[in-house]
């Protein structure tokens, strides 16, 4: 009999959308394809059409192709046993989930420079921001939207009774937020966004301790000594 092949995951080589992916499937113990491609062969895979939505990650399953990072965590989370199968636990993972997207959106322009982001075409910044108004932006990120955004977290990951956002187990929006609230605390995530944004939030800092201390999670690390934001 021909042998399977493993479900391929497509992705830069650093943590960015990928590494909560790649976490649920190794802390599952699902065995997969680790496909670290550079931004140039993002462009030329764009071209060939093997990017249905034009960007990675993308998960490749029995010859299908599919895309956007929370439909594959997910995927990632049902086969590592990691999203609740309760119907109610499932929207609280959820809820949590979006409003880590929510984040990301916003951070969008400090990451690309520009106010829409990126070109889809160029891939270079789509109506750049004014040198004179990026000091603006961090300080508005580091002062006003990131606290904001933290403390609400840090009062659900409370509400829900911890100490995991979705109880006593740990589910894929604590490895998304993990990945994030690494990256916060040691300002990697976002040039310019300082630790500071979580200081009056403890519970989260716990949390990004306790997943990181996870054997899986120390094991997955200890083996990519390198990986990078």
Not at 33 to 58: I, N, W, Y
Not at 175 to 199: A, N, P, Q, R, W
Request: charged content about 25%.
């Amino acid at each position: 009999m021909t042998a399977m092949p493993l479900p391929k995951f497509t992705y830069l080589d650093l943590k960015g959308f990928g590494e909560a992916i790649r976490l649920a499937l190794y802390i599952g113990n699902v065995q997969f394809e680790d496909h670290l491609v550079s931004r140039a062969e993002c462009v030329e895979m764009e071209k060939a059409g093997k990017l249905p939505f034009g960007q990675v990650p993308v998960l490749e399953v029995d010859g299908e192709i599919y895309a956007q990072s929370g439909v594959i965590l997910k995927w990632a989370g049902r086969q590592s046993g990691l999203y609740p199968e309760d119907e109610k636990l499932q929207m609280r993972c959820d809820e949590i989930y979006d409003t880590l997207t929510d984040i990301k959106r916003v951070l969008f322009p400090a990451w690309h420079g520009g106010i829409c982001g990126r070109n889809p075409f160029t891939k270079q910044p789509l109506v750049p921001i004014p040198d004179e108004l990026k000091g603006d932006v961090l300080k508005g990120l580091n002062e006003v939207w990131l606290p904001y955004r933290m403390g609400q977290l840090e009062r659900a990951l409370e509400k829900f009774g911890g100490p995991y956002f979705c109880g006593a187990r740990m589910t894929i929006c604590d490895l998304e937020f993990y990945v994030m609230g690494l990256g916060f605390l040691t300002e990697c995530y976002v040039d310019g966004v300082k630790s500071t944004i979580m200081d009056g939030c403890p519970l989260l800092k716990q949390l990004v301790e306790r997943v990181g201390n996870n054997p899986k999670v120390t094991e997955w690390n200890a083996l990519h000594p390198n990986s990078h934001y």
